[in-house]
């Protein structure tokens, strides 16, 4: 497994998303997936799978330094004594003595910024995370983000694919030597049918999907594919014995545009 640095955070390059994934299944497929060398696992409290994706990891017999843990609180809990009492349940749910990443889940303008990254940042102070970031957060609040934290932020986990130009919140959170998390990597699925990345992978012995994760490490970024099918849990993960030439690197970033996004809520920020 390949890992991604930042500010003194190592993220495995691909792990497995599971928003939407429940129960006994969830449990499963994250057992399977460290079977499959995947060492990067991200969940949420919101997901309410947290508890399973805590069992998935003991029935896999992973030992703890092994793996890494995403987890994020949802916005309702951005109060200073509700945000630490979040975490800590989702510890309780998760069984583990520490997360290795705790994420604000979205931007909530309801709540002072600067409350809440003080509190994320208490918490990992107390020793409950070992890194903390943000998701679905813009170039401007990222820069606020930065400015108020009194510990550093190690990523922005953002929806990026092919078909979403996300060049602007890459380059900020380079500029600050944080990591772009990809989430929907390979856009819903919609990756799978494109002929133009299926010809790249063609060259390569590989498949559309995998060409489109591949383009993602190779800008280091970190990316955590969602699948419920175990057959996809190694077509996602093999993806480091090949190289995108320059070109072709060039050809699938210029597919991308502002109005890709596949995710939005009424409560999203305003995207930049
Ligand atoms: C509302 C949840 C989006 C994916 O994390």
Known sequence: MQ???ANGARIPAIGLGTWELRGRACARLVEQAIRFGYRHID?????ENEREVGEGLRASGIGRDDVFV???VWTTHFAPNDLERSVKESL???RLAQIDLVLLHWPN???PLAETLSALANVRRLGMARHIGVSNFTVALIEQAVALCPEPLVCDQVEYHPYLDQAKVLEACRRHDMALVAYSPVAKGR????EA???IGVAHGKTAAQVCLRWLIQ???PAIPRTSRIERLSENIEIFDFTLTDDEMARISAMGNANGRLTDFGFAPKWD
């Open 70 to 72: 995403t987890t994020k």
């Open 3 to 5: 890992f991604i640095e």
């Open 219 to 221: 800008q280091n970024v």
């Open 92 to 94: 309780k749910q998760l």
């Open 191 to 194: 990756i799978k049918n494109d």
């Open 197 to 199: 990345l299926a010809r």
């Open 109 to 111: 303008p309801r709540v």
């Open 43 to 47: 969940t949420a409290q919101m997901y």
